[in-house]
Structures are given as structure tokens and as C-alpha cells.
């Protein structure tokens, strides 16, 4: 059964850092994408970034909200995707999902989510 | 950068077909996908590549995409249906997803 759990979540101040982590099982981590959707409270999805499977490069892509702020990596040792957040702002204030990323020609599909981690920004 | 709109809500009277409308420019150029989200759960996968259903998703749930328009259609609606339904594309691997459409069923 495939299952993805997020951590790391919880009150933080604006301008601070945070790394929230997604920790897999129930299938082959190396063969998958992995991405990262929020969902600030009360409103819709938002798609974050995504990193490739190594078999794709390992590299990574970013919503231009957090390019720069925002880096997405993988231990492949360990089948845990992290998502390091910083310079927070309160506008980051969302429940962060992980999603199992799966490759569909030029497009993905998030087609496993974990069940979120919530994060606050606010002094 | 790329948008996709969907209606606020939608309303259907059970065991009716209820559509929900995705728009975007050239959107039929693109693959759409549909997540399912109940309150207080994780969003779910039902329709991916316009309209192929997921192993596990009820063959009530169907999707088409032409154009500036992508529908996901709910035959026979039920109760268990009623939530809210984004539909997702890629733009230049960057992904959008649209505002969400709270589908009421009453």
C-alpha cells in the first residue's frame, strides 16, 4: 500500500526557516517524481515544485511564489522528499501535501497524497 | 502565466449528471486532470489525461476536453459525490491548478 507521510510542520515566525519532510513507503521511491501542493486555509490547491526521479535528472521545478525561497530534495537512502522553506512569509500559512509524482509523457500525474502538515507563519 | 477557471459551485439533485467546466487557452492542447477533495481529506485522483479513470474511481465519473473547455461529468450523482473538484494542467512543466468547483449535492 502506498503510503506518504508528511512532517515537520507548525508555528513559525515570518522571515524564518522551516523543512517540512515526506516519508515513503509501499513502492520503488527511485522510479517516482515527487511534488509538493498547498492549501491555504479556506482555499484552493496550490502546486508548489516537483523533483524528478534520477531517472529524469533528479532536477526540480518551482512555482514562481516560492522560486528562490523554496527547494525541494530527496534521499533516496532513506524514500523521504524534503521541502526546505525560507524566508517564510505569512502568506506561506497553508497545509502542505506531498504527492507520489508519476511521469505521463510530457505531463504528471499526482496520483498518491499524503494526508498534509500544516504550516503557520506568524509573529 | 497560465490559468485555468472553474465555476465556485455547482449543484445537482441525486441520481442527476452533474458537469463541471475547467477553462483555460488552448486548453485542449493540454492534458487535464481532475482531483476529488472531501472535506477534511486528502484530494484524489479521478480522471487523468482528459478522461481515463484511475483503478478504483466509479465509471459514473468521466471527463472530455476540446478547445478552451474541459468538463468533468458525473452521472448519476450521489450523495458521497458532494465536494470539491480541481481540475489540473501542465504549462511548461509548471503546474496549475484551477480555482475548485464545491459540487452540492441536493
Known amino acids: 500500500e502506498v503510503q506518504l507521510v508528511e512532517s515537520g510542520g507548525g508555528l513559525v515566525q515570518p522571515g524564518r526557516s522551516l523543512r517540512l519532510s515526506c516519508t515513503a513507503s509501499g513502492f520503488t521511491f527511485g522510479e517516482y517524481s515527487m511534488s509538493w501542493v498547498r492549501q491555504a486555509p479556506g482555499k484552493g490547491l496550490e502546486w508548489v515544485g516537483f523533483?524528478?526521479?534520477?531517472?529524469?535528472?533528479?532536477?526540480?521545478e518551482y512555482a514562481a511564489s516560492v522560486k528562490g525561497r523554496f527547494t525541494i530534495s530527496r534521499d533516496e537512502s532513506k524514500s523521504i522528499a524534503y521541502l526546505q522553506m525560507n524566508s517564510l512569509k505569512t502568506e506561506d500559512t497553508a497545509v502542505y501535501y506531498c504527492?507520489?509524482?508519476?511521469?505521463?509523457?510530457?505531463?504528471?500525474?499526482?496520483?498518491?497524497w499524503g494526508q498534509g502538515t500544516l504550516v503557520t507563519v506568524s509573529s | 502565466s497560465y490559468e485555468l477557471t472553474q465555476p465556485p459551485s455547482v449543484s445537482v439533485s441525486p441520481g442527476q449528471t452533474a458537469s463541471i467546466t475547467c477553462s483555460g487557452d488552448r486548453l485542449g492542447n493540454k492534458y487535464v486532470y481532475w482531483y476529488q477533495q472531501k472535506p477534511g481529506q486528502s484530494p484524489v485522483l479521478v480522471i487523468y489525461?482528459?478522461?481515463m479513470r484511475p483503478s478504483g474511481i466509479p465509471e459514473r465519473f468521466s471527463g472530455s476536453n476540446s478547445g478552451n473547455t474541459a468538463t468533468l461529468t458525473i452521472s448519476g450523482t450521489q450523495a458521497m459525490d458532494e465536494a470539491d473538484y480541481y481540475c489540473?494542467?501542465?504549462?511548461?512543466?509548471?503546474?496549475?491548478f484551477g480555482g475548485g468547483a464545491k459540487l452540492t449535492v441536493l
Open positions: 504527492a507520489r509524482t508519476d511521469y505521463d509523457g510530457n505531463n504528471y500525474i499526482f496520483d498518491y
Open positions: 489540473q494542467a501542465w504549462d511548461s512543466s509548471t503546474g496549475v
Open positions: 489525461r482528459d478522461s
Open positions: 523533483i524528478r526521479s534520477k531517472a529524469y535528472g533528479g532536477t526540480t
